[in-house]
């Protein structure tokens, strides 16, 4: 006998919701991890809510090779190697020419929190630089997620995979384990294929940084802005 599925939407639910938005509300972008690892049964159980994200015709196209122990190591160590051998930034998707507009000013008042919450001064371009190096070391996080999406799917796989990675940052911070989503690792993309033995039909979208946070840290303590309901949405009644 086939077993009938549950096909009702969920009636409002105050609790769920307020669950949500605690979430939403609370989670953030980790620049400072401690050394203790997460276990393997956290890291699973996040990966499986990640998992039942939704995707174009079910496609799943999202895969992830998640680093621990001496593998995490290893990783740094080639990404710093990389990076201090000075070679161009090759993403496999290209990064945005240039932010204009609103988006230029998102991005500077990011920056500038980042910054203060460090006293880097905003002219400083010496300490500025060995903050964005820091990507690499993988702000000393445990574990890294490298996403890896189809090259056929193009864009749509793209957009999918960035569903996943909302729902795994999201599940991580129910967890009470930190993240933080990293394109800049994606301009190590041949390093990140050479290094995993990825075919060359997967494309490298981001890495995902995570651990336990390190207590106290300055770099941990602000939180970004979000932009208002009225600029968000566009309502059109006729």
Do not use: K
């Not at 997460?38 to 496609?59: H, K, M, Q």
């Not at 336990?212 to 309901?229: A, F, I, K, W």
């Amino acid at each position: 006998m086939s077993q009938r599925l549950d096909t009702t939407v969920l009636a409002p639910d105050d609790e769920a919701t307020a669950a949500l938005e605690r979430l939403l509300r609370a989670r953030w972008s980790c620049r400072a991890f401690a050394p203790e690892p997460v276990p393997r049964a956290e890291i699973d159980r996040i990966l499986e809510l990640a998992g039942r994200s939704p995707s174009w015709c079910n496609t799943q196209p999202w895969h992830v090779h998640v680093t621990e122990g001496a593998g995490t190591d290893r990783l740094r160590a080639a990404l710093a190697a990389a990076v201090a051998a000075g070679p161009e930034a090759a993403p496999d998707i290209p990064f945005p020419e240039s932010y204009d507009g609103v988006y230029r000013d998102r991005r500077r008042v990011s920056g500038w929190q980042l910054y203060d919450s460090l006293g880097i001064d905003r002219s400083d371009r010496a300490a500025s630089g060995r903050q964005t190096l820091r990507n690499f070391d993988l702000f000393d996080a445990p574990h890294v997620a490298i996403v890896t999406t189809e090259r056929g799917l193009g864009a749509y796989g793209a957009v999918d995979c960035g569903i996943f990675v909302s729902t795994f940052v999201l599940a991580a911070h129910a967890r009470g384990v930190a993240t933080i989503p990293q394109a800049a690792l994606a301009t190590q993309a041949p390093l990140l294929r050479a290094h995993f033995g990825l075919p060359p039909e997967r494309q490298v979208l981001l890495g995902i940084s995570f651990g336990y946070p390190r207590p106290g840290h300055p770099v941990n303590e602000y939180r970004t802005e979000r932009q208002p309901l009225a600029e968000l949405a566009t309502f059109v009644a006729e």
